[in-house]
């Protein structure tokens, strides 16, 4: 049900963009690096941008399209071109830009730092900021709503408390919880809503100007029946996007949908992520445990 088409390669073209503009998401490069700046940064820019548009729409567990086969014919490309050095190997590259942000967001305690979270989180901030929809795909509890939450609470553009927040826009949420009975007025509604919010924020200055930002949530989106079409009325919404657009879901939307956005799908947790939730629940996140505390981490993993 997930087709590519030339709007994955205009999305790759918008985020290579916008972080050419934004090079705060870029982990500072090594000292030792020959590279100049400019070089890194177009570099890191088009790594980040293909990784969002065509890695992260791929499942983790092993198959013939899968993320690692993926990342393997990248590295593979970049040591045969002139690639920088640092940004040769793709995963790690995407690793510490997600890592990057994580870092400079204020998350509450007992919040596991799961590599769905990262993702999750890292893709929220840039699609929001930069309105291109969203859809994040996964099974219940990989941190979907978590992330946009967490999301919200730093994205407060002047009064934002991080330092890498402050250059972004503030939030103000539309949350629709998508119910089988659904309707296509009930959705339009919420639109309109966040439109006319988003002509206050910009009154006369206009969009270049306006530090704020309407986004509309669309929760549990996969449980409207298909028959009803109530869900028809996003493609519009998502085609001239006046405001950002997060949609999550459990399974996965159909193609109309899926190529309007970028998709993101979580597959299963891996062993690493249950371990980093147990950690998050048990021991608040601690560097340093000890012995026994991290054999209860194990033990409760393998049972």
């Not at 499942?59 to 393997?72: G, K, L, Q, V």
């Not at 071109?81 to 994580?102: D, S």
């Not at 009154?203 to 079409?229: I, K, N, Q, T």
Request: some cysteine; proline content about 6%.
């Amino acid at each position: 049900r997930v087709r590519v088409t030339i709007r994955d390669m205009m999305r790759a073209v918008h985020f290579y963009e916008y972080f050419k503009k934004h090079p705060f998401f870029m982990p500072t490069r090594a000292q030792t690096s020959t590279v100049s700046d400019e070089d890194h940064m177009h570099w890191y820019a088009l790594n980040l941008a293909i990784g969002m548009v065509y890695y992260l729409r791929l499942p983790s567990t092993p198959s013939n399209y899968s993320r690692d086969r993926f990342a393997e014919r990248f590295d593979k490309m970049a040591d045969e071109r002139y690639f920088p050095a640092g940004l040769r190997r793709f995963k790690a590259a995407m690793q510490a830009a997600m890592e990057h942000l994580y870092d400079n967001t204020i998350v509450p305690p007992g919040i596991a730092r799961t590599g769905a979270l990262l993702e999750n989180l890292w893709c929220v901030v840039i699609c929001v900021d930069c309105r291109i929809p969203l859809i994040i795909e996964g099974p219940p509890g990989c941190a979907k709503t978590l992330s946009f939450t967490i999301a919200i609470d730093n994205m407060k553009g002047p009064q934002s408390e991080r330092e890498l927040y402050l250059h972004l826009h503030h939030l103000d949420q539309f949350r629709y919880q998508c119910p089988e009975m659904s309707s296509d007025t009930e959705i339009e509604a919420i639109y309109r809503s966040a439109i006319e919010r988003q002509k206050t924020f910009e009154g006369s200055g206009g969009p270049s100007r306006c530090r704020s930002r309407s986004v509309v949530l669309l929760d549990e989106a996969g449980l409207p029946l298909e028959d009803r079409h109530s869900l028809k009325v996003i493609h519009y919404y998502m085609d001239h996007p006046r405001v950002s657009t997060v949609i999550l879901t459990n399974t996965t939307l159909d193609v109309p949908k899926t190529n309007r956005a970028l998709h993101l799908v979580q597959s299963k947790p891996s062993q690493n992520d249950l371990r980093a939730l147990v950690r998050g629940c048990l021991f608040q996140n601690i560097v340093q445990r000890k012995g026994t505390e991290e054999a209860v981490v194990n033990a409760l993993c393998e049972a």
